[in-house]
């Protein structure tokens, strides 16, 4: 159990486009999700927490504008990269978490890696 | 604010030696710690935690991790290391006590050689 996915897991677009990422709990409800952009050989840097129903919580210095995130139901949320400009370009990875009792789990998806050309 | 540290960007290992990775951490409160295992072009996939009880936690693939609450360290061991097990490790605790965000450490690079 605790699956978690994310789509697509590869995507290449254009300077200027907006790409629409998606992550998934498929076997467990989240009580949160977040969402997570690792540059190479650095460590995950928390973008965004996002609960179902609620506008999602940015980190100090990330573009709520530039990163639309919309927790549509307990089981998915989308990040959405408007106007992707090559700075754009990174491992974005979302992470989903369980509750067991009083304590929560964060289960990560398998990561989605945006080049914009 | 609650962090984690690990003090090696990198660690080798021969096949079948035990493997150490370590992490100290600096929480308000009871720890609870994570670690987590990372593989080339994928995401992070959960090893174990630490939430209260015995300071030996035993998580996937033969991985353990020892609490110690006096050197403020959960470093995570394995017996006898696999080839397979050469990955980026990373140990994690909540940004603040009872918050469901996580502050990760900057990652370790475990290599295995054959």
């Known amino acids: 159990g605790a699956v978690v996915s994310q789509h697509p897991s590869w995507v290449i677009c254009k300077s200027g486009t907006s790409v629409k990422i998606e992550c998934r709990s498929l076997?467990?409800?989240?009580?949160?999700m977040f969402w997570y952009r690792q540059f190479p050989k650095q460590s995950l840097m928390l973008m965004a927490t996002?609960?179902?129903?609620?506008?999602?919580?940015?980190e100090q210095g990330v573009e709520k504008d530039k990163f639309l995130i919309n927790h549509a139901s307990l089981t998915l949320s989308t990040l959405t990269v408007t106007s992707a400009h090559p700075e754009d370009s990174s491992f974005y990875i979302c992470?989903?978490?369980?509750?067991?009792?009083?304590?929560?789990?964060?289960?990560f998806g398998p990561g989605t890696r945006l080049l914009v050309l | 604010a609650q962090s984690v540290a690990q003090p090696e960007d990198q660690v080798n290992v021969a096949e079948g030696n035990p493997l150490t990775v370590k992490c100290t951490y600096s929480?308000?409160?009871?720890?609870?710690l994570f670690w987590y295992v990372q593989y080339p072009n994928r995401g992070l996939q959960f090893l174990l935690k630490?939430?209260?009880?015995?300071?030996l936690v035993k998580g996937s693939y033969g991985f353990e991790a020892e609490f110690n609450k006096s050197q403020t360290s959960f470093h995570l061991k394995k017996p006898s290391a696999l080839v397979s097990d050469s990955a980026l490790y990373f140990c994690?605790?909540?940004?603040?006590?009872?918050?469901?965000?996580?502050?990760f450490g900057t990652g370790t690079r475990l290599t295995v050689i054959p």
């Open positions: 630490y939430i209260t009880g015995d300071n």
């Open positions: 076997d467990f409800q989240a009580t949160t």
């Open positions: 929480v308000s409160g009871n720890p609870y």
């Open positions: 996002s609960n179902e129903g609620s506008k999602a919580t940015y």
């Open positions: 992470s989903a978490s369980r509750r067991s009792g009083s304590y929560e789990t964060q289960y």
């Open positions: 994690a605790a909540p940004r603040r006590a009872g918050a469901n965000n996580l502050f």
